[in-house]
């Protein structure tokens, strides 16, 4: 499984962004999804997941401000981040908690 993220980028506090994370293979649709996150000098933290059957969890950090979804036709998930913070500043990776992609760049500023 090869797992492409993007739709990182520079906004503005309050602003928002969506990234997607395209994933090669045929069984995408019985895979649960995650979002993590890696700002500078920290560990890696988790954001949210998705299952198979769409059930979805997210960090307290995040609840009520992002928004994870999923496409099974197009093998993408998605996570729709509003009102971001300069806190949310970081490496956005997508992962099977088996295979992960390279993260897309956020930042956040004040």
């Known amino acids: 499984v090869q797992l492409q993220a993007s739709g990182g980028g520079l906004v503005q506090a309050g602003g928002s962004l969506r990234l997607s994370c395209a994933a090669s293979?045929?069984?995408?649709?019985?895979?649960?999804m995650d979002w993590y996150r890696q700002a500078q000098g920290k560990q890696r933290e988790f954001v949210a997941f998705?299952?198979?059957?769409?059930?979805?969890d997210y960090a307290d950090s995040v609840k009520g401000r992002f928004t994870i979804s999923r496409d099974n036709a197009k093998n993408t998930v998605y996570l729709q981040m509003n009102r971001l913070k300069p806190e949310d500043t970081a490496v956005y990776y997508c992962?099977?908690?088996?295979?992960w992609g390279k993260g897309t760049q956020v930042t956040v500023s004040s």
């Open positions: 992962t099977t908690n088996i295979y």
């Open positions: 998705i299952t198979s059957s769409g059930t979805t």
């Open positions: 293979g045929s069984d995408f649709s019985s895979m649960p």
